[in-house]
């Protein structure tokens, strides 16, 4: 993504935490293109290397294999740092449901750590990957910032706590900070592997290979899928916003839009037949729901609009054509 327009100086140093994972790697490469210093915390639990190979040779890019368990760690990595952004998590609603003391102890432990570093280290501004998932049972719709209801799974906790946390830390120590909460996002170097996988790029390599994508109860359940750049974009933005009463609060990462499963898998079907057009008459097979899983996710941008200038270019048809013509040149 081309973030000069978003008037983000060169002169800054960023530390992105997680930047070897899907989201980081995009930022540390978008921060690598605007001239940034760009230095990565990951302990490559989730990352992956190669989604940093293109980036180790620039002058301007650093990497610090550490934990953000790791107290020493996160206080190398804020070191002499201008802004983190903070996407280190173990995400995943089932992966906390099987295993809920990891996630707590990364998303939770690992963040406050984080925090501590970064209030040490004086950094200019926090910015912090948070969740749709806080939402939980609320009935609400659209979804708005200060209307929530209770967790419905060990993952939407943790993410919950991280809210708080940062704003305990920003009354008490006078820390600026920013939470994202996250929806449904997808794009590029996203993995499509493992066994908790994002639905979009596990249909993709499903789809490719001429097998039928599995839909978790009968295709109904929406999202608010949100394209990569419209991630990085707010993320730009939550750096360079010299709004105060920007600060110290959470936004919704979104579009705007809500698209069944049903759709999704349509959609995907008719972007990768234009490449080989047996993928088309695919079927589509359907499973039982998921446990802790949300039926209905949209989002209300118009607070993003409002104090941090947020203003999407992708929707979930433009994205989904960049994200299916990356999967089949690199992935097929």
């Not at 993504?1 to 994972?21: F, P, Q, W």
């Not at 890019?61 to 550490?66: H, R, T, V």
């Not at 990891?102 to 501004?125: C, P, Q, W, Y």
């Amino acid at each position: 993504m081309d973030i000069e327009k978003l008037n983000l100086s060169s002169n800054y140093r960023i530390l992105v935490t997680g930047g070897a994972g899907f989201i980081g790697s995009n930022l540390c490469e978008a921060l690598i293109n605007n001239g940034n210093f760009v230095r990565c915390l990951d302990n490559f639990a989730t990352g992956k290397r190669e989604n940093l190979s293109h980036l180790m040779s620039n002058s301007n890019f650093e990497l610090i294999e550490g934990d953000i368990r790791n107290s020493k760690d996160c206080q190398k990595a804020c070191s002499e740092i201008d802004f983190v952004l903070h996407q280190a998590a173990l995400g995943s609603v089932p992966r906390s449901i099987n295993d809920p003391y990891t996630s707590n102890e990364v998303n939770v432990s690992g963040f406050l750590n984080m925090l501590i570093a970064a209030r040490d280290a004086k950094v200019k501004r926090f910015v912090y990957a948070a969740s749709s998932s806080t939402y939980g049972d609320s009935k609400n719709m659209p979804k708005i910032e200060n209307i929530i209801g209770s967790p419905l799974s060990p993952y939407a906790i943790t993410k919950y706590v991280n809210e708080l946390y940062a704003n305990v830390f920003s009354k008490t120590y006078g820390m600026e900070t920013i939470g994202l909460r996250y929806f449904n996002v997808f794009g590029r170097k996203q993995d499509p592997n493992g066994a908790y996988a994002a639905v979009i790029p596990k249909f993709v390599m499903q789809l490719m290979d001429h097998k039928s994508p599995t839909i978790n109860g009968d295709g109904s359940f929406s999202r608010d899928f949100t394209y990569i750049d419209n991630v990085i974009e707010m993320n730009v933005r939550s750096i360079t916003s010299s709004n105060l009463k920007a600060v110290n609060t959470v936004y919704n990462v979104a579009y705007g839009e809500r698209t069944s499963l049903n759709e999704l898998v349509g959609l995907l079907k008719q972007y990768l037949g234009e490449y080989d057009s047996k993928i088309s008459t695919i079927d589509i097979t359907y499973g039982p729901e998921r446990k802790g899983d949300v039926p209905h996710s949209l989002a209300s941008i118009d607070k993003a609009k409002k104090f941090l200038g947020y203003n999407p270019k992708f929707d979930i048809k433009h994205g989904l054509k960049h994200a299916v013509k990356w999967y089949w040149e690199n992935l097929r």
